[in-house]
């Protein structure tokens, strides 16, 4: 007797979805680019013309036109959709602030990820792993999410979040702003300011 062989299945690296049921995904067209560059066969398959005909063949001409036209808007309001979430990212920018605790000691603050849908608790995990330091992440003034990280490692931050950008999400104008925050040094101000300053000199 023969062992049955699992079945391989095949899920889409856009949606996590199998391809079968990416049509009732948000982002159809982008699984559709993503199925036919990495598995043309399936892709011919599910969206082949032999599988459209056989789809519309018990429909009326006016039935075909309206899935059509369904199927246009569809993809037409994901385009937009993603055309403007891709124009809100290229406006924003990921600010990492370098901050002075003592002559020695520093911290970084990165905030501005949310916009990129960057999971900070996951980031900041890593972080602590490639930098091997402490990190955590906190709320800020405007009740988002802030990744603090121990020692100076502002530049390899910048770097890491840059490739990631890219990696993941295609993005390399991303604006990722380093600011410097010094630690205010007490000083000590001078108390007499020499009187007035010697009068005369236009008397003729």
Known sequence: MSEIQPRQVTYCGVCSWPPEFCEFGISQQKCQQWLESSHP???????????????????????????????????????????????KKKSSKITIKRIERNKRKHIISISGLEVFQ??????????????A???????????LDEILVQ???????????????????????????????KKKKKTAEATATGGGGGGGGNDR
Not at 66 to 81: H, R, V
Not at 136 to 143: D, G, I, R, T
């Open 41 to 87: 066969d399936l892709y011919s398959l599910l969206y082949g013309d032999a599988h459209l005909a056989s789809k519309t063949s018990s429909l009326s001409i006016d039935q075909n036109n309206k899935i059509q036209q369904d199927i246009a808007k569809k993809q037409a309001k994901e385009q937009l959709k993603q055309e403007k979430e891709l124009a």
């Open 118 to 131: 960057i999971d900070s608790k996951k980031l900041a995990k890593t972080f602590a792993s490639k930098f």
């Open 133 to 143: 330091t402490g990190a955590s992440v906190v709320k800020n003034a405007e009740k």
């Open 151 to 181: 020692g100076d490692v502002s530049d390899e931050a910048r770097a890491y979040i840059e490739q990631l950008l890219k990696d993941q999400q295609g993005l390399e104008d991303v604006k990722v702003e380093q600011i410097d925050e």
